[in-house]
């Protein structure tokens, strides 16, 4: 049940024909200091419930950027994206390469993938992805140009960063026969495993970390060779 009265008044009738040794009214002073430090504390814990359903409610409201799902290694390819993947990785008028070239490969991964496109003269690699009804090529997100001469047992041909909604970065570049497997190392530690096939490989990343050096290995894990940017290939 509520008491009535003020706080105030509750003290001085408690009080009243006691001998203390606190003058009334330094009592009555001091009760009102803890009231608004109370009124205080519970203030600031109303704000941060606030504070935290504002977070929440906005966390979960539609962003202007995709999330897209994104995976170390990548899955294999969903039949409809090697399918379609051509068609929607539309070529710029600048591209300064002639016709897209075929598929070699599509790195997958998640909801998003990147196709690599070579004719062993020229490469083009594209990025996608599935924006919750339809794959789209996002603004037509390249890049690619002539290959240079392969230095075997691994190259890097490009290294290439996408800004846009989410940044992406992709590196692509050739390997020899022996080679089954190419491990990407960031320059934040991070390790990617890429996707090999046709003596090509291709990775990527939902962001804007860069490549350190790549690994290739033999069947058995051995390492073979391993080349950084601007250094082969």
């Known amino acids: 049940m509520r008491?009535?009265?003020?706080?105030?008044?509750?003290?001085?009738?408690?009080?009243?024909?006691?001998?203390h040794p606190i003058p009334l009214e330094d009592v009555i002073a001091s009760a009102e200091v803890q009231r608004r430090r109370r009124r205080g504390v519970v203030g600031l814990a109303a704000a941060g419930v606030l504070v935290t359903i504002f977070l929440v409610v906005v966390a979960f409201l539609p962003g202007s950027a995709p999330a897209y799902e994104w995976t170390r290694e990548a899955s294999s390819p969903d039949p409809e994206v090697v399918a379609g993947i051509p068609e929607w990785c539309t070529l710029p008028t600048d591209a300064g390469i002639g016709p897209l070239p075929p598929t070699v490969l599509v790195d997958q991964r998640g909801s998003a993938a990147a196709g690599l496109f070579t004719d062993e003269a020229q490469a083009w690699v594209c990025f996608v992805h599935f924006d919750g009804t339809n794959w789209t090529n996002?603004?037509?997100a390249?890049?690619?140009g002539p290959l240079d001469p392969f230095l075997p047992p691994v190259s890097i041909?490009?290294?290439t960063e996408w800004s846009g909604a989410v940044d992406i970065t992709g590196?692509?570049?050739r390997v020899?026969?022996?080679v089954a497997s190419v491990r990407v190392i960031r320059d934040d530690g991070q390790e990617i495993d890429a996707s090999v096939r046709d003596g090509f490989y291709l990775a990527w990343?939902?962001?804007?970390?860069?490549?350190?050096?790549?690994v290739a290995l033999d069947s058995r894990g051995n390492v073979l060779g391993q080349c950084a940017p601007n250094t082969c290939g």
Do not use: K, L, M
């Open 171 to 173: 590196v692509r570049g």
């Open 3 to 19: 008491q009535q009265g003020s706080v105030e008044d509750r003290i001085r009738h408690a009080f009243e024909g006691v001998d």
């Open 142 to 144: 390249g890049s690619g």
């Open 176 to 178: 020899s026969e022996d």
């Open 157 to 159: 041909d490009s290294v």
């Open 138 to 140: 996002d603004g037509n």
């Open 205 to 214: 990343w939902p962001t804007g970390d860069t490549v350190q050096f790549v």
